[in-house]
């Protein structure tokens, strides 16, 4: 298998690890079964219940959204800055409202490094299939 053709099977793989990731993310904890940790985020940052619930659902929305367009691969260099951004955005958020998560044994550091990592290899093996 020559390389641009094995650049090409990894560049999929990564699409599809993260749109599976993005859907799980938005679809199990934020709309299907409303994860106590999610809510008490928005909490944290001084929103009732309510408001809490529709806005963790409004943002599995997003997430569900943005990991369906890693499937479809549409501006797939732009789409994994944004990843970037969005992975050490919600890790500085999370940080700032609540340290204690990064203590946790399954914290988002460990999940938002992984798919930072994904989309720089995905970058690197965009700009460079050779």
């Known amino acids: 298998m020559n390389t641009q053709r094995l650049n090409k099977k990894t560049l999929q793989t990564i699409h599809m690890s993260l749109a599976?990731?993005?859907?799980?993310?938005?679809?199990?904890?934020?709309?299907?079964?409303?994860?106590?940790?999610?809510?008490?985020?928005?909490?944290?940052?001084?929103?009732?219940?309510?408001?809490?619930?529709?806005?963790m659902?409004?943002?599995?929305?997003?997430?569900?959204?943005?990991?369906?367009?890693f499937l479809t691969g549409y501006k797939t260099l732009a789409l994994h800055y944004l990843n970037i951004v969005g992975m050490l955005g919600l890790s500085f958020l999370i940080l700032i409202v609540d340290p204690h998560y990064f203590t946790?044994?399954?914290?988002?550091?460990?999940?938002?490094?992984?798919?930072?990592?994904?989309?720089?290899?995905?970058?690197?093996?965009?700009?460079?299939p050779e």
Request: net charge negative; with cysteine.
């Open 104 to 128: 946790q044994a399954f914290n988002p550091f460990v999940m938002n490094i992984a798919m930072l990592a994904l989309s720089l290899t995905a970058i690197r093996l965009i700009k460079d």
């Open 57 to 69: 659902q409004c943002s599995g929305s997003i997430e569900i959204i943005f990991g369906a367009l």
């Open 20 to 55: 599976i990731l993005w859907i799980y993310q938005g679809l199990i904890p934020k709309i299907l079964f409303q994860a106590d940790d999610e809510r008490r985020i928005w909490m944290l940052q001084g929103f009732n219940d309510q408001a809490a619930i529709s806005l």
